[in-house]
C-alpha cells in the first residue's frame, strides 16, 4: 500500500524567508501525482501545488515550488519570501494515476513569525 | 473558488442520535469524496462516490453511510451517533476530464463539519 510520510509535525519561519517542509512516500508505482494542500485555521482546505510523475521538471507556482526526487521518492514544498497568510497545516498527498482516492501525509503544522 | 458546501459547520449531538452532515457542490462533479480528520491529523477516506447511484466504502472503516441520488449532493449519515464518532468530517469533489494530465486531479473541499458527539 501506497504511504506517505511528513516527517515535521511542526515548522516555523520568519516573515519574508523561505522555508522547506519534507515528504516522502513508498510506491511500487511508475505513473502518479503528488500534490501539496494547505488547511488554513478553520478555512477550506486547497491545493498548493501538483506534480506529474512523468514530469522531470520541477513544479511551480508563485512563490511555491517543489523539489521533485522520484529515485528518491522525495518531494519538498519550497515557500519563497513567507508571508503571514502561508501560515496553515500543509498536507502532502499521493494519487496513483487512475486511482479515485488521495493518500494524505499526516501534515505540518506552518508558523509565520512576524 | 470552491463551490462546495457542507452543513453544519459544527455539531454537538447525544449519543444515539441519528445525523446527516450535508454536502453540495455546484460545479457539476462526477467524483465526490468524504474524508474523516482528526485535529493535526491526516486525511482518511470513508466513503467516495463516481457518480449518481455510485457508492463505495473507503480505506478507513466508518459506520457511516452515503448516497449519491443526484450529482450535487453527496450527505453522510451516522444512524447512531458515539463518542467515537467526534471529528471533523471533510467532503470534496472533483470533476472527470480528458485534458492535459492533472488537470482534473483538483481537489475541491468543503469547509468541513467537526462534529462532537456527547
Known amino acids: 500500500a501506497q504511504t506517505v510520510t511528513q516527517s515535521q509535525p511542526e515548522m516555523s519561519v520568519q516573515e519574508a524567508e523561505t522555508v522547506t517542509l519534507s515528504c516522502t512516500y513508498d510506491t511500487s508505482e511508475s505513473d502518479y501525482y503528488l500534490f501539496w494542500y494547505k488547511q488554513p485555521p478553520s478555512r477550506q482546505m486547497i491545493l498548493v501545488i501538483r506534480?506529474?510523475?512523468?514530469?522531470?521538471q520541477n513544479a511551480t507556482e508563485n512563490r511555491f515550488s517543489v523539489n521533485f526526487q522520484k529515485a528518491a521518492k522525495s518531494f519538498s514544498l519550497k515557500i519563497s519570501d513567507s508571508q503571514l497568510g502561508d501560515a496553515a497545516m500543509y498536507f502532502c498527498?499521493?494519487?496513483?494515476?487512475?486511482?479515485?482516492?488521495?493518500?494524505f501525509g499526516q501534515g505540518t503544522r506552518l508558523t509565520i513569525n512576524p | 473558488e470552491a463551490d462546495i458546501y457542507q452543513t453544519p459547520r459544527y455539531l454537538v449531538i447525544g449519543t444515539g442520535k441519528k445525523i446527516t452532515l450535508e454536502c453540495s457542490q455546484t460545479?457539476?462533479?462526477?467524483?465526490m469524496y468524504w474524508y474523516q480528520q482528526d485535529p493535526g491529523m491526516e486525511l482518511h477516506l470513508i466513503h467516495y462516490s463516481y457518480g449518481v447511484n455510485s457508492t463505495e466504502k473507503g480505506d478507513l472503516s466508518s459506520e457511516s453511510t452515503v448516497s449519491r441520488i443526484r450529482t450535487e449532493h453527496f450527505p453522510l449519515t451516522l444512524e447512531s451517533a458515539r463518542p467515537s464518532h467526534t471529528s471533523q468530517y471533510l467532503c470534496?469533489?472533483?470533476?472527470?476530464?480528458?485534458?492535459?494530465?492533472?488537470?482534473?486531479?483538483?481537489?475541491?473541499f468543503g469547509s468541513g463539519t467537526q462534529l462532537s458527539v456527547l
Open positions: 470534496a469533489s472533483r470533476e472527470t476530464g480528458f485534458g492535459p494530465a492533472a488537470t482534473n486531479e483538483k481537489l475541491f
Open positions: 460545479m457539476g462533479h462526477d467524483k
Open positions: 498527498a499521493y494519487k496513483r494515476l487512475g486511482a479515485q482516492k488521495l493518500v
Open positions: 506534480q506529474e510523475a512523468y514530469k522531470q
